[in-house]
């Protein structure tokens, strides 16, 4: 069975930091990531996917086939980025519900 | 465009009830997806509808039931309640398979 892995239950960064967000995961075909953010008091919003390889908001996530990872980074961290982030993992094809990780908590501290 | 909309947003039940929970999917959108949220298992995928048939299911006991109106709303039910049910239960929305989807603010569901 599919696995999402985030190391980190928190994080926490200076604001103007860079910022890295763990993501691994296992799963023996060709999945499709996504990163899914969660501000407070608001719902769980898409932030990234992999094959669309844009940034949002000043992050990008690039697959490593190779290391089974999806990490989220931001070179420069600002205040509004605090919140919850969670890597998640669609099966190829996309039939399928999400696998999400247990979820890093950022917080950018001013 | 309106979102993902779920109702109703708290519920109370004790041990036993049934319970059930209504979701309405983006315009549009033809795939209501259902997920569990606890502090301990985090979120864990429930099952899924397409076009009023059941799609995906998850790794659920059969007292989590669904089932998908032909306009796409979707409702999800859960009997003989147990303390363990107690969780954020989230519906996403998607327009086709392999589409992003698009959460709820959920259905926070207390069992006493």
């Known amino acids: 069975a599919q696995r999402v892995t985030q190391p980190e239950k928190l994080l926490s960064v200076f604001k103007g930091a860079p910022v890295e967000l763990k993501c691994n995961y296992s799963?023996?075909?060709?999945?499709?990531l996504f990163w899914y953010v969660q501000y407070s008091r608001q719902r769980l919003q898409l932030l990234l996917r992999h094959i669309s390889r844009e940034s949002i908001k000043g992050f990008t996530a690039d697959l490593n086939k190779g290391e089974t990872s999806f990490h989220l980074k931001k070179p420069f961290a600002q205040e509004e980025d605090s919140a919850m982030y969670y890597c998640?993992?669609?099966?190829?094809?996309?039939?399928?519900?999400?696998?999400f990780g247990k979820g890093t908590h950022l917080i950018i501290q001013p | 465009k309106a979102g993902v909309t779920q109702t109703p947003r708290y519920l109370i039940k004790t041990r036993g009830q049934q319970v059930t929970l209504s979701c309405s999917p983006i315009s549009g959108h033809r795939s209501v997806s259902w997920y569990q949220q606890t502090p301990g298992q985090g979120l864990q995928f429930l099952f899924e509808?397409?076009?009023?048939?059941?799609?995906n299911k998850g790794n659920f006991p059969g007292r989590f039931s669904g089932r998908q109106f032909s306009n796409s709303r979707s409702e999800m039910n859960v009997s003989t309640l147990e303390l363990g049910d107690s969780a954020l239960y989230l519906c996403?929305?998607?327009?086709?398979?392999?589409?992003?989807?698009?959460f709820g603010d959920g259905t926070r569901l207390s069992i006493l």
């Open positions: 998640a993992l669609m099966k190829g094809g996309g039939a399928d519900g999400l696998t």
């Open positions: 996403a929305s998607r327009k086709e398979v392999g589409q992003p989807q698009h």
């Open positions: 799963y023996s075909g060709s999945p499709e």
């Open positions: 509808y397409f076009s009023e048939t059941q799609r």
